[in-house]
């Protein structure tokens, strides 16, 4: 069982920068790839970035946040974390994380491919 908290989130200008953390419970933290999804009011969850665990370390973003974000993890942490550069009025969204116990053939970028998820914490961009 893992348990996830996020944490980071809130109101900033268009352009700024927000570091979104991800704080889990559970022994074996470091197998599991961890990924970010955002839902903004009125549309469907979306993938954000991902990270596989077991010492691999591939990441994964979507093409609306490339070379914006950063996902990063420390296992000696428990921890997951989002870097949100020059974010956009359109960034707004309630972001969670998630934990995969990873298997082969199932995208990171698929929700179905998690298996436990936070709450969520709110960003809101402002223009």
């Known amino acids: 069982q893992v348990q996830l908290v996020e944490s980071g989130g809130g109101l900033v200008q268009a352009g700024g920068s927000l570091r979104l953390s991800c704080a889990a419970s559970?022994?074996?933290?470091?197998?599991?790839?961890m990924g970010w999804f955002r839902q903004a009011p009125g549309k469907e969850r979306e993938f954000v970035s991902a990270i596989t665990g077991n010492g691999g370390a591939s990441v994964y973003y979507s093409d609306s946040v490339k070379g914006r974000f950063r996902i990063s993890r420390d296992d000696a942490k428990n921890a997951v974390y989002l870097q949100m550069n020059s974010l956009k009025p359109e960034d707004t969204a309630v972001y969670s994380c998630?934990?995969?116990?990873?298997?082969?053939?199932?995208?990171?970028?698929?929700?179905?491919?998690?298996?436990?998820w936070g709450q969520g914490t709110q960003v809101i961009v402002s223009s």
């Open positions: 998630a934990a995969a116990d990873q298997r082969i053939g199932v995208p990171l970028s698929q929700g179905y491919a998690y298996d436990y």
């Open positions: 559970g022994r074996t933290f470091s197998n599991y790839a």
